[in-house]
Structures are given as C-alpha cells and as structure tokens.
C-alpha cells in the first residue's frame, strides 16, 4: 500500500446494490497525486462519451489526497466529481469538514457511485461494512436536518453528507451539504446524488493511514502549524473569516450588485464581516486540522423568523447580499439557510433570482408568470422564488435550470443578463474593470467560478507597468487600468494561467488553500512533508506539472462531452461587453471584444492550444495525456 | 523613524523582491496609505492593516518603530 493513502477505491452501484473495491493503482497515484486529479482521471476513464448527466451512466467521484486526514494544515478537503447537469461539461467542487479524512480511516481514498436506485436510499459506509439502505424516511428533509436525523439515528462518529428537496428535484445546481454548513456547492454535484435517487452518504472510519516515517512527519507538521500561528495575519484572518473582503470588493469597484448592474453596493457596511460579528455571530467554527477558522455560526431574526445558520460566507454576501440588494446581515443569513436547508447553491441560487428580478422590472417576466410581484432588496421575494426552484412549482421549474436556459426560454434579449461562464453562474466578483480576473473567469474549466485562478489583486495591483501610475495615484485607480495595454495584458494572461496551476496543487494533495491564500504559509512546506509521509520526493514543480495535466485534461474532457465546445464557450456575457458600470469606483468601465479576444488568443498560445481554444495532440502528449490526443484531434476537425 | 512592514501571502509577490518584511527609513512620519505607496503598492491591494497588532485604517500614522502588516485580500468562500 502506497504510504500516504488508504489505498482502495470503493465502487457502489446503487442500481444493484453492488459494492466492489480494488487497490488504488500506483500509476495513478504517480501521475494525479489524489484529489481533482483523481476525480479527473476517474471520470475521463470510465465515463462513456455523451453519458446523460442525470443518467444512470453519470458518475459522481469523491477523493481525498496523499495529505487528507493527516497531521497537516487544512487537512480536511474532499473532491467531489462528475459530468455536470449545470454545463453539461467536467464539473468539480470541493468542501472542508470532516467528509475525506473519516474516508480515509474507513479505508477508502475515492468513492465512486454509479447507476440509480431504485427508490430514496442512504449509503451507509462503516470501516469495510458497505449498505445501500432504505431512504425513505430522510427523502424530503432539509440537507442540514437530513444530517442531524442521520447523526441520531447512526451515531455522532459518522460523517454525513446529505442533499436537500432541490436534489430530489433535479435543480441543476444542487449542492452537496456536510457538518451544518460546509458545502460542495456548484456545478450541481449534488443534483446528480438526487438523480440516483441518493439522499446521504454517512461514514464510519477507525483504521489508520501508513506513514513511511510518523516522527518525522509529525514534527513537520507541528512546524507547519507552527508557522501558521507565526504568521502576522493569523490573528487578522479569524474575526472576520471570507466576509471580510466585503468592503475591499465594494471599494476596488468589483462587487456583484443588482444582477451584476453594477459592481458597487452603496449599503455594503450593513452586510459585511463586522456586520456578522457584531449582529449575529455566535461562534467561529473550523474544520478537520484547521490552525485559521474561518466558519462562523450565526444567529438572525428577521420578520420571516429566526435561524442558525454557518455563514453566511463572502460568495453568500456577494449573490444574496449585493446582488439580490438584501441590504441587512440579518436577512442575507436567513436567505443562507432557506438555500441550506432547500440545498440550493448560495452562488447560482443568488444568481438566479437576481436574474429573475432583473426579468421581471423588464417586463420580461410578468407578475401571472411568477405568481407574485418581485423586487431586489425584498427578502420574501428571494425566500419565494428560492422555494420555488427548489419544488419546481410554477416559475420556478424554468429558473431551476440555471440562468443560461431560462434566458434562452424567456427570450427578449435576457441572455445579455445571464451572467454565466459554459453554462455555470458567476460568482462573487465583477470584472469589467479586472481584465485579468476576467480571463480567469472565461477560462475556468468548470464555468464562472473564482477558486479556479484569483487574478483581481493583480489586476488592482496594476499587474506590471503601471506601478507608477499607481504611486501618483494615491490609490485612486489609475485611468492606464482601464486601457488596453499589450504589456499589462500578456502579464495578467501569464498570472492567470499560473494561478491556474497553483491552486490545483492543494486540491491534489487534499488540503485548503487558504493557509497559504490567507496567512502565508510556504508552499514549499509541501515538498518537504511529502517524502516523510509517502517517501517519494516531490517537489512543487512537479506539483504544478499535474495541476497543469489536471487543467488540460478537464479542458479536453469538456470537448468530449459538449457538442461544439472550444472558443464560443470562453466568452463572457453581454453584459460585461457591452454595458458601461454605471457607478462607483469602476464607472464607466466596460470589457470590449477586441479585449476579450485578444486575451482568449494570447491565452491558449500560451496554453499551447488551437485557436479554437483545445489543446492540441502535441500538448496533451507532452503532459502525458496522450490517450486524450485522439479524442481533441477529432473534435478539432 | 523606521518601520517594519510584514507582507504575506499574495501581498507578497508585490514586495520589492518578494519580501516577507521590509524595513522602511521615514523622513517624518506618515499615514499608512504613504508608507504602502513607498513600498511602490497601490493601497487599493491592501485590504486591512494592523499596527503593533491593531487594526488600523489607511489615514493612521505610525509611531517609530512601528511593526505593520499589510493583509491582501483573501479569495472568498
């Protein structure tokens, strides 16, 4: 067994209650570490070519990494995978809380579920005791009630993840729920789980991980934690946790408001970090091997009622906040936990009804239509239309499907205002003054989402150039930012496409990013554990040589899967191309297709893939990907 | 006076010579927005300071021997 890993893969066919294991292989391990790059490989493998994602065919793969479940920083992410009923393309999404470190000890480093049950079923895994049991009695409950149900009826040692009404109901943009409040939140992981008629997944581990050399792994360790603790922003980062970004997006001019009608929210200090600690926090919370906490559980009472909720989170602020003009902490946490326990995407459900507001003030949308006036700013039109998607009763079962379809169903030019990338909703950052963040957007494999590459401190940093501009300036953002520069632009693809590489890193290995996003901590901390806890030397570069596999192989996986794939799929909305920001910090600014297109182009030169945006044979072979060549080969012709 | 400015994370790749900590010479003393223009930073990259441990807005201006932190903003949920 190779050290580091449990080492099995556990396969359940939840239409034949079949359960197989078999070892995890050391090819594998060698060229996809664990993580994103299991769930990538797993699903370039093995699942057929044009597999319907609410199919029986559809896989969904969670994967701990070679330092899940360790004594590491940050050691508690799972991967979940799939082909994804939002983008019809590779879709991922990962979590912290407890989920992959309790697989681990259970003796499992993937799980893959396949088929469909045949009714409402839990999957019940105790050490190497697999069931797939009757769900009958959980199918219907909130996800976050579903937990404590489960939790009581199997024993507080499980971890559970669980789905909410809006996976039974194939919303596509289900999430996956675990430890009251971590989510695996996009691409629609958890509407495949409603799919296979999946309600939870509760596990039970007490097994151990081989460690090729435990005292040294451990004082490494114990130093990397210490580091942590060393760090002059550990103690700024807790307080405050994600939202505490809020008044930085609103005053660089790049905060999601009023569906992306603007990117500043004159009410931002009623919903931001000291507005949760002073108004609502009851504590902060964090997860498996967390040294810097960043969860926080709140109590709020609105005129809708009371509620306990983790968050809200920044990407929470910046959909249900800025974006749905909920202008109360208050209100933007109650909104929270209606999409936690409906199991609604904070970020796509944000972006959803921001949509449908904006549909509705234009009349795109009428009042018969919907079954009630809606506004911005008005927490029951949120909470309304939220219950809707989530029961698909009336507009909801149109809004259900993700701001792409509903656009092109409602008609009358609403695509502009479809604020999507291939098909998944935008989250929490406005680009049209952040050309950089803006590629990173565009180029993000599974759609609008910003965990892929944050390039918008390098583009308000001036990314290269533009440094003296910025020192007259006094921080008053320079006009040159805002002007096409070859120079500052070439340097931002450059940044993205390393950012792009460098975040794959941690979701290979198994651990959070924000240890290092956050407070600092040395990435090359990672090099130097490796070979105490597997024996293998593995240094950062050829870290990033996988993520940068990972990437292509994701890229080609999504040719495969969707017809006509490549370029057409990288652009950003209307919107953002042809409306200038009507106010704050980034007025005026608007991104031009020329821009776009010339980003899209300096991009996949660099990339090392066509014009059309797909990698070519001679790419992929170079990074080892030569059973991918043939399928990019073909649908480049 | 001098101060010692810390620079972490992200923030750091924008410290001349990707620096964790800079020690700055002040002709007099100034506001922290001055001291981070010094560093050749736009402020605007700057999400929070603190000073001696405190949190501090950009218009504080440091005492000598001051230790400052610069937090850039983190990446979201």
Redesign the interface.
């Known amino acids: 067994m190779a050290n580091g890993y449990a080492g099995q893969i556990l396969r359940v066919n939840l239409s034949t209650k079949g359960v197989a294991k078999q070892p995890l292989s050391e090819e594998l391990i060698q060229e996809f570490v664990g993580g994103r790059g299991f769930v990538a490989k797993l699903l370039w493998d093995e699942l057929p070519p044009g597999t319907d994602p609410l199919g029986e065919d559809n896989m969904v793969v969670m994967a701990a990494g070679p330092l899940t479940g360790l004594f590491v920083p940050g050691s508690g992410k799972t991967h979940f995978g799939t082909k994804s009923p939002a983008t019809g393309g590779y879709g991922d999404s990962n979590m912290g809380g407890h989920f992959a470190p309790t697989m681990k000890y259970a003796g499992y480093d993937v799980i893959i579920v396949t088929g469909k049950a045949a009714g409402p079923s839990i999957l019940v895994v105790d050490d190497s005791r697999v069931e797939v049991r009757d769900g009958a009695e959980y199918w219907g409950m909130g996800a976050i009630d579903c937990e404590k149900a489960l939790k009581d009826d199997l024993g507080e040692e499980f971890q559970i993840i669980t789905v909410g009404p809006a996976a039974e109901k194939l919303v596509k943009y289900a999430c996956i729920s675990h430890d009251f409040g971590r989510q695996a939140g996009r691409t629609g992981v958890g509407t495949v789980f409603g799919s296979k008629n999946l309600k939870a997944v509760a596990v039970r581990g007490t097994g151990t991980i081989p460690v090729v050399d435990p005292a040294g792994a451990l004082e490494k360790g114990k130093a990397m934690y210490q580091s942590c603790y060393n760090?002059?922003?550990f103690?700024?980062?807790t307080p405050f946790g994600?939202a505490?970004?809020t008044?930085?997006?609103n005053?660089?001019g790049a905060f999601p408001t009023r569906n992306f009608q603007t990117s500043y929210f004159k009410k931002y200090k009623e919903i931001n970090g000291a507005a949760l600690r002073e108004k609502i926090l009851v504590t902060d919370k964090g997860c498996f091997g967390c040294p810097i906490p960043c969860g926080k559980y709140s109590r709020a009472r609105t005129k809708l009622g009371q509620v306990t909720v983790e968050g809200p989170?920044?990407?929470?602020i910046?959909l249900l906040g800025g974006n749905c003009s909920l202008d109360k902490i208050e209100e933007v946490a109650y909104a929270n936990y209606i999409c936690d326990q409906l199991g609604i995407d904070t970020i796509s459900g944000g972006a959803v009804v921001s949509f449908a507001v904006e549909c509705f003030e234009k009349g795109l949308l009428s009042e018969t239509q919907i079954g009630r006036k809606i506004a911005f700013g008005d927490l029951e039109s949120i909470v309304y239309l939220l219950e809707k998607i989530a029961t698909r009763e009336g507009i909801g079962d149109l809004l259900a499907e993700g701001v792409r379809t509903a656009a092109a169903r409602i008609g009358g030019g609403s695509d502009k205002f479809a604020i999507h990338i291939k098909g998944l909703e935008w989250?929490?950052?406005e680009c049209r003054n952040a050309p950089g963040m803006m590629l990173s957007y565009m180029t993000a494999d599974v759609g609008a989402h910003?965990?892929r590459a944050?390039a918008?401190?390098?583009d308000?940093?001036?990314g290269s150039g533009s440094?003296t501009d910025?020192?007259q300036?006094?921080?008053e953002?320079p006009a040159s930012l805002s002007v096409f520069d070859p120079a500052a632009y070439a340097a931002k693809v450059d940044k993205v496409i390393e950012l792009q590489h460098m975040r794959p890193m941690f979701d290979l290995l198994g651990v959070c990013?924000?240890q290092?996003?956050?407070?600092?901590m040395e990435v090359s901390h990672y090099e130097e554990i490796m070979p105490l806890i597997s024996g293998k030397q593995m240094s950062l570069a050829d870290l990033l040589v996988v993520s940068e596999r990972v990437w292509n192989l994701t890229r080609a996986f999504s040719a495969r899967e969707i017809p006509g794939f490549g370029r057409s799929f990288d652009y950003p909305p209307g919107r953002f191309l042809e409306e200038r920001i009507p106010d704050g910090p980034s007025a005026g600014r608007v991104m031009s297709k020329e821009e776009a297109d010339w980003l899209l182009d300096e991009y996949y030169r660099k990339r090392g893939w066509d014009e059309n945006g797909l990698p070519t044979a001679a790419t992929l072979e170079g990074l080892g990907l030569g059973f991918a060549a043939e399928t990019a080969a073909s649908r480049a012709k | 006076m001098k101060v010692r400015v810390?620079?972490?994370?992200?923030?750091?790749?924008?410290f001349p010579g990707r620096q964790?900590q800079v020690e700055l010479e002040l002709p007099a003393p100034v506001s922290l927005?001055?001291i981070?223009?010094e560093l050749?930073?736009?402020?605007?990259?700057v999400?929070?300071c603190?000073v001696d441990?405190q949190?501090r807005d950009?218009e504080f201006v440091p005492e000598d021997g001051a230790?400052i932190?610069l937090?850039?903003?983190?990446?979201?949920?």
């Open positions: 760090k002059p922003g103690q700024g980062w994600t505490g970004i008044d930085w997006v005053e660089v989170e920044y990407e929470t910046a989250s929490g950052y910003h965990n944050w918008l401190g390098f308000i940093s001036g440094v910025l020192i300036g006094k921080g953002r990013r924000l290092w996003v956050e407070i600092g | 810390n620079a972490f994370g992200q923030m750091r790749e924008l964790a927005r001055d981070i223009c050749g930073i736009n402020p605007l990259i999400m929070m603190t441990g949190y950009k230790e932190v937090i850039a903003p983190p990446a979201g949920g």
